[in-house]
Structures are given as C-alpha cells and as structure tokens.
Nanobody, 110 residues
Framework: VQLVESGGGSVQTGGSLRLSCTVS????????MGWFRQVPANRREGVGVIDTNGGKSYTDSVRGRFTISRDNTKNELYLQMSSLKSEDAALYYC??????WGQGTQVTVS
C-alpha cells in the first residue's frame, strides 16, 4: 500500500489550499481515511477523518474551515483548507485506517 500526498505549499494567512492523497496497492476502498499534521517537537495531531460511509469528524481547531472528502473511484482523499492561520502550518500526512501513512506534504502559512 502506498499513499502519496500533494498540494502543500506556502500561502498567506487567510488563504486556501487543497491537499490530495492518492492511495495505491489496494483492491478495495472500504477503509477509513484521515489527515494528520505535525510540527517539529510536537505530537502528530488528527485533523479530520472520513469513514467508509462518508461520515466526517474534525478536530475543534479546524472545524468550519477545513473540509475532508474522498473519491473512492479514484482512491483519493482530499483536504480543502480555508481561512488558514499561522498555527495551521505543519507537515500534513494522510493515513489509511491509521496503519498506512504517506510521507507528508508541507504547508506554510505566513
């Protein structure tokens, strides 16, 4: 199983970014997916999770600003981030069933 994130970059405060995660090596898509983030010296933090039925949950700090979605036909996961704040800057990872992880994509907010 391979997960590859993309879409990170540098954005000004208040701006938007859309992260993508492509999953390969699986023949089924009935798994939970999530976005996590980490800054140096901090623990990895859950950002948003989407289950197999499309149910979504978010950490309090991003609720109302971030939207997680998935396209099972493409085996892709997305994170639409809006109204970005400096504290959103981190390395963002996607995960499948909290077992498989990508390498991360960096988000910088200035």
């Amino acid at each position: 199983v391979q997960l590859v994130e993309s879409g990170g970059g540098s954005v000004q405060t208040g701006g938007s970014l859309r992260l993508s995660c492509t999953v390969s090596g699986l023949t089924r898509n009935n798994y939970c997916m999530g976005w996590f983030r980490q800054v140096p010296a901090n623990r990895r933090e859950g950002v948003g999770v989407i289950d197999t039925n499309g149910g979504k949950s978010y950490t309090d700090s991003v609720r109302g600003r971030f939207t997680i979605s998935r396209d099972n036909t493409k085996n892709e996961l997305y994170l639409q981030m809006s109204s970005l704040k400096s504290e959103d800057a981190a390395l963002y990872y996607c995960s499948r069933d909290f077992a498989d992880w990508g390498q991360g994509t960096q988000v910088t907010v200035s």
